[in-house]
């Protein structure tokens, strides 16, 4: 479980579910993710207790480039490639 804070409102996310999600049918709520895949991710849903606002998260590392091995940011829990000097999604400095 994350402790979160609205991006929007600074409300406390709280989290919602966790569920498979076919990323090839949700383009809706998936089309600006940077790297969309066919298939399944298991995604973490939460809300904003505040305003209401969804966010996203992937529960398992996206297994979209598998000649890079995959670092797991200890600042956001997210996956990504190992020859980043800091972390993409949060700009966390190694
Ligand atoms: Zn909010
Ligand atoms: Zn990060």
Same mark, same amino acid.
């Given at each position: +479980?994350?402790?979160?804070?609205?991006?929007? #409102?600074? @409300?406390? +996310?709280?989290?919602? !579910?966790?569920?498979?999600?076919? $990323? @090839?049918?949700?383009? +809706?709520? =998936?089309?600006?993710? /940077?790297? $969309?895949?066919? %298939?399944? $991710?298991?995604?973490?849903?939460?809300? #904003?207790?505040? #305003? %209401?606002?969804?966010? =996203?998260?992937?529960? *398992? /590392? &996206?297994?979209?480039?598998? *000649?890079? /091995?995959?670092?797991? #940011?200890? &600042?956001? %829990?997210?996956?990504?490639? =190992?020859?980043?000097?800091?972390? /993409? !999604?949060?700009?966390?400095?190694?």
């Amino acid at each position: +479980m994350r402790d979160l804070r609205c991006l929007r #409102c600074q @409300g406390r +996310m709280g989290h919602v !579910f966790t569920e498979h999600i076919q $990323l @090839g049918k949700t383009s +809706m709520i =998936f089309g600006d993710w /940077p790297n $969309l895949l066919a %298939g399944a $991710l298991l995604t973490e849903v939460y809300c #904003c207790k505040n #305003c %209401g606002r969804l966010e =996203f998260f992937a529960a *398992e /590392p &996206v297994d979209d480039s598998p *000649e890079l /091995p995959q670092v797991i #940011c200890p &600042v956001c %829990g997210r996956s990504h490639d =190992f020859d980043f000097p800091s972390c /993409p !999604f949060c700009k966390h400095n190694y």
